[in-house]
């Protein structure tokens, strides 16, 4: 089997020798040996003892029944279960973050291929806003541990579209195009404008005064020593302290993060906050209620124009990827459960995660914010924002007046 293969070659010496021994210890399936290889990567990046260290062998071996690689099995299947439906234990683990090889930048004669929001649409099994997605910069410097990117893209290198602001004054844009989000394919501040990026957004924005451009960004780079146009927006990813010190290596700061948009809206910007991905750890309540208060204390609802609230959500490419690259980890020390095509926490563990943060807002934030729930599911919509959709038409229409609203108050300010 190929991807158990794939998977064991990723292992260490020691790692593979007792995974090998253990699979000649008992009998079987190769689909339940691809399950333990699964188990024992993941106990490998989350830095806990592996289970071939702590089972019960003589109990195992006591078995009269020739069921041993079951008991085995059912042993560890207890134990992993007991790890991902608890809160996630932060408080002493440090991960060994090893940089990757340093990347540079390159200028590249990619063609400008408008996309689609990456959320699974076929039935709405999502609340969808429909995103037109624009890759300007391809691949990402920063070491998100649960981050896509670099599974998409294997090289070391970051791709700058050559001759962009050519490219985008002579694009086609369909009449039903009006949200374009530029931070799918790398961070959307990363490269500054040292290669133009941003001053050809800025020409395009210019260009399509009805376009919402929107950029995000964990970066803490001051690109605001001048204004952009009001329909261009710039939006921060913000997490719990624990998790950006834990799980987002080499991005700004909580703090770096916010005084950035700070400067944004001080140039005349309208800001956004996608509280995103939130992580169910222990202390996950006071952290995302002060990061909430972080955002009140620095910004009116009137700088705002876009809230929106999520979580982990990886799809089965993307968990093969992070298991055989191996960082130590713990964003998959979670309940994963299939989520529409994908896999993410349970919807009771989400309602309450997103709930929270929502009511930790003041009235003035709900009456005057776009709140919106990314990629979820339509039910958890009601119970959290006390709002919902029919369908993904409506949601879409509904953000877009409050987006154009919005725009238009700040340029007639």
Not at 288 to 300: G, P
Request: charged share 30%; hydrophobic share 35%.
């Amino acid at each position: 089997m190929a991807a158990l293969d794939n998977l064991i070659s990723s292992f260490d010496d020691e790692l593979r020798i007792n995974i090998e021994n253990l699979f000649n210890r008992y009998h079987f399936t190769e689909s339940q040996k691809l399950e333990i290889a699964k188990d024992e990567a993941d106990l490998r990046q989350w830095k806990e003892p592996h289970f071939f260290s702590l089972a019960d062998y003589q109990k195992i071996d006591r078995r009269q029944d020739g069921r041993k690689g079951d008991a085995y099995l059912s042993a560890l299947r207890k134990h992993m279960d007991n790890l991902r439906k608890s809160e996630t234990d932060y408080s002493s683990f440090i991960p060994d973050f090893r940089p990757r090889s340093k990347y540079r930048t390159v200028f590249s004669d990619e063609k400008i291929v408008l996309g689609k929001c990456p959320c699974p649409v076929d039935g709405e099994k999502t609340r969808c806003c429909k995103l037109t997605t624009l890759d300007a910069v391809m691949q990402c410097p920063f070491s998100c541990s649960y981050c896509s990117v670099q599974s998409f893209y294997t090289e070391n290198e970051i791709h700058a579209v050559s001759d962009l602001k050519e490219k985008l004054l002579h694009l086609e844009i369909s009449p039903d195009t009006w949200h374009i989000g530029t931070g799918q394919a790398s961070d959307s501040l990363v490269l500054g404008d040292d290669y133009g990026t941003l001053s050809a957004l800025s020409a395009f924005a210019e260009a399509h005064p009805d376009l919402v451009i929107e950029l995000k960004s964990k970066s803490g780079r001051n690109v605001f020593d001048r204004k952009y146009p009001a329909n261009m927006i710039f939006t921060w990813s913000l997490n719990a302290p624990t998790i950006i010190e834990k799980e987002e290596h080499m991005t700004a700061s909580l703090k770096g993060r916010l005084e950035n948009a700070e400067r944004a809206r001080d140039k005349g910007a309208l800001v956004g906050f996608h509280i995103h991905p939130m992580v169910y750890f222990k202390g996950w309540e006071d952290e995302y209620r002060y990061v909430v208060s972080e955002i009140e204390k620095r910004f009116s609802p009137d700088d705002i124009i876009l809230i929106s609230i999520g979580t982990l959500t990886f799809t089965k490419s993307v968990l093969k990827h992070l298991r055989e690259r191996g960082d130590e980890s713990r964003v998959l020390e979670m309940d994963l459960v299939p989520a529409a095509g994908k896999f993410s926490y349970p919807l009771e563990t989400k309602r309450k995660m997103f709930r929270h943060v929502y009511s930790s807002f003041s009235e003035d934030y709900h009456k005057d914010v776009f709140f919106y729930l990314c990629m979820e599911d339509p039910s958890l919509w009601q119970p959290v924002l006390e709002r919902e959709y029919s369908c993904d038409k409506d949601f879409e229409l509904d953000m877009k007046e409050s987006y154009i609203e919005k725009i238009k108050s700040r340029r007639n300010g």
